[in-house]
């Protein structure tokens, strides 16, 4: 059903706002609105407009909470919201003092490293480096060969150059060394390594002793540093350990404050007090539900600082009431086909309860097998209760109708030997129809139970109609009195006909079809007068007219049309008998053959019970959509969204 809904306006002083935020909005379900557009009627009020001061505290915290991986910040434990601030930038703080200090540590690491890297090619030098680069005579310099280079330049050229090529180490497809050569000859000297592709490097004046003690000490500097940073990321990590059920409530202290900050925009203010003009006092709005809207102005009638107010005529506002349902646990999860469509508006009756019973009963009729249904239930409910499905449960619920007609019809995964049918079998029970002979008896029980969803449905678009204040709709609409007449008179007529009794008299038929198809046709202008509008008939007479007779055939035929919609389901029923008979058939099952296929049996089983099933489903769904819903149902209504819940 459609829970009734009230709709509040809270006020108080505009600093107490934080504190009713606190103990009434945030424990109540309440769908703000906006103050502003509610009370436009009402002079002096103004926006609600102010900054939150922990801003970028939680801009911080957010911050902070990256470096906690995957943490968790649900909580119902909250602190003050300035302790939530203060420890926020604490922490903040004391982190980013460690994070400059590993940031300089990465630093030299990078320097010591770049360091090594140069004076590791080296290390086959065993002299003082601080010694040559103060050489005053003698010119050194520190690079590298190809391999090839190296050779050719080892065969050809070093023998006869006055310089001293001291081989290093070899690296990849490289030697490394140092050549020395005399103050007055370096210039010729160095082109001619230039031209047999010798790279120069240029070690800085930073290394102590010979290249593998100058290594040696850069990677002591290194492991210094790695072990000094490592130290303070591990203190890092203490502090965050030892701070993470605090700041967790810090967290959320600082985010609900910033969430429940932005109430302030849905809020209004104004002036209550002429003598103190600088008083402000704010004013919320938003809808509840009446048992919520009721416990809640009790609780705030002994609160002398703020004052409820509940509208009781809705006509006065400007937004709609929201949509609230409640329904029975074994009809809750039909609401998920209701929300598809459209929820009901606040004066519309809920087809929850409705849309259940007739989906589940349909559904059996036309997939009716004790073994498949129970196969259906049970996985329907495991999988409701492991993924917390709506649609799973609705199919446990429509596998226990299927197990229901599974007993009527007499069927068991497909056999119908088992046990016997309480009503018939849909394959094999025929009925005598006058003027058409003999015809499946599940048809004739399917056209009956469209024309019985037919009538209910108008019934309930009648009563929605005069609740909605539209009674030219409940009157004179095909689907209202004038249409239930129309086609119930049909309905009957048909019955006495097939059960060949007696028919009703030609002047009770002409008032029974004639009278009700003259107020379908002539609803609009009788609609007009009911409604007492000036002009009852269209100035274009002739085109009503004309419009009105095509209209009146388009509307005959749909009752005809619609109550044959309903034979797909008694065709679900025989086609589902007809099927599991050819899967018995292929392995083996009927007649008096000796050996019987049992995987045959089911995969068959389960083939039919997954496609049959989902087109059931599909079929059934259509049903309640097209010949059910669009005869009285609207949808047009909105969720109720409360704001603690956002």
Not at 260 to 276: C, E, G, V
Request: proline share 3%; aromatic share 14%; with cysteine.
């Amino acid at each position: 059903m459609v829970e009734q809904m009230k709709f509040l306006s809270i006020t108080g002083p505009k600093d107490d706002i934080d504190r009713v935020i606190e103990n009434y909005i945030m424990k109540y379900d309440i769908q703000l609105e906006n103050a502003l557009v509610e009370l436009k009627n009402v002079k002096g009020l103004q926006a609600f407009t102010e900054t939150t001061p922990y801003k970028s505290s939680f801009a911080t915290a957010l911050e902070l909470k990256k470096q906690y991986p995957e943490l968790d910040t649900s909580t119902s434990e909250y602190m003050d919201i300035k302790e939530a601030a203060k420890l926020v930038e604490q922490m903040a703080q004391e982190i980013k003092k460690q994070k400059q200090a590993i940031d300089k540590l990465d630093r030299k690491i990078e320097v010591a490293e770049d360091k090594l890297t140069q004076i590791e090619q080296f290390i086959g030098l065993n002299y003082d480096v601080s010694s040559i680069l103060h050489f005053k005579f003698i010119k050194y310099r520190f690079g590298r060969f190809t391999k090839d280079y190296y050779k050719k330049f080892m065969d050809y050229i070093h023998d006869d150059i006055d310089s001293i090529f001291y081989t290093c180490r070899e690296v990849d497809d490289y030697v490394w060394g140092v050549y020395f050569v005399p103050v007055t000859l370096s210039d010729r000297i160095d082109s001619i390594y230039s031209s047999m592709h010798f790279e120069r490097f240029f070690l800085t004046d930073e290394y102590q002793g010979t290249p593998q003690v100058a290594s040696d000490a850069i990677k002591d500097d290194i492991e210094k540093f790695t072990l000094a940073r490592d130290r303070i990321k591990r203190y890092i990590e203490d502090v965050l350990e030892k701070n993470k059920a605090d700041f967790i409530k810090a967290f959320s202290t600082l985010n609900r404050y910033i969430e429940n900050f932005d109430i302030r925009k849905m809020a209004a203010l104004t002036k209550h007090d002429s003598k103190n003009p600088h008083v402000l006092f704010y004013i919320l709005c938003g809808w509840m539900s009446a048992k919520d809207a009721n416990a809640l102005r009790a609780l705030i009638e002994k609160d002398k600082d703020t004052f409820c107010f509940v509208e009781e005529k809705h006509s006065n506002l400007f937004s709609i009431a929201p949509t609230k349902l409640k329904n029975f646990v074994l009809f809750k999860p039909f609401e998920l086909f209701i929300e598809m469509y459209g929820l009901p508006s606040h004066n519309e009756i809920d087809p929850t309860p409705i849309v259940s019973v007739f989906y589940a009963f349909l559904f059996g009729f036309m997939f009716g097998d004790l073994g498949q249904g129970a196969v259906l239930s049970i996985l329907g409910l495991i999988v409701s209760k492991w993924k917390k499905s709506k649609l799973a449960s609705i199919v446990s619920i429509c596998g226990i109708s299927s197990m229901i007609f599974g007993c009527l019809f007499g069927s068991v995964f497909g056999f119908e030997d088992l046990i016997p049918a309480l009503w018939l079998r849909p394959g094999e029970a025929m009925s005598n129809i006058p003027l058409i002979g003999r015809l499946n008896t599940v048809f004739i029980v399917a056209i009956g139970i469209g024309c019985a969803v037919i009538l209910f449905s108008m019934i309930l678009n009648i009563i929605n109609r005069v609740k909605s204040n539209e009674y030219g709709e409940a009157l004179f609409d095909t689907n209202g009195v004038a249409g239930i007449v129309f086609y119930g008179s049909a309905v009957a007529v048909a019955l006495l006909f097939l059960t060949q009794h007696i028919v009703l008299a030609s002047s009770i038929l002409i008032i029974m079809f004639v009278l009700p198809l003259l107020l379908i046709f002539f609803k609009e202008p009788l609609t007009h007068l009911i409604e007492k509008k000036a002009r009852i008939f269209p100035k274009e007479k002739g085109m009503f007219f004309v419009q009105g007779f095509f209209e009146l055939f388009e509307v005959l035929l749909s009752y005809f049309s619609n109550t044959l919609s309903f034979v797909r389901v008694g065709a679900f029923a025989i086609s589902h008998a007809a099927m599991m008979e050819v899967v018995l058939l292929l392995s083996g099952a009927t007649g008096e053959s000796a050996s019987i296929n049992w995987l045959g049996i089911i995969l068959g089983n389960i083939f039919v019970c997954g496609m049959e099933g989902l087109i059931v489903g599909i079929q059934v769904l259509r049903l309640e959509y097209y010949e059910l819903f669009s005869r009285f149902y609207k949808g047009l209504g909105r969720a109720f969204v409360p704001y603690n819940r956002k």
